[in-house]
């Protein structure tokens, strides 16, 4: 579970995990850049991010949100 507050991201520059990761948004609301493209993801709302896709999470939002996210190896 990862809680980012409003104004927070995961970082200034997307990231690449040599992981698939299913992420979804448990409280609040958030952004999300994948790949070329920007979600807006709400509560309930899930989202599968592919290994070494370009992703970095974004709460442009006043109120924090949680998200959570299960890693699993490619095999």
């Known amino acids: 579970m990862v809680t980012i507050e409003g104004g927070g991201s995961s970082g200034k520059r997307p990231s690449i ?31 599968l991010i592919r290994a070494k896709t370009p992703h970095r999470w974004h709460n442009p939002w006043e109120e924090s949100a949680q998200v959570l996210i299960v890693s699993s190896r490619v095999v």
């Open 17 to 47: 995990s040599g992981v698939d990761q299913f992420a979804m948004a448990c409280d609040g609301r958030l952004m999300l850049m994948h790949a070329d493209d920007e979600i807006e993801l709400n509560r309930g709302d899930t989202v």
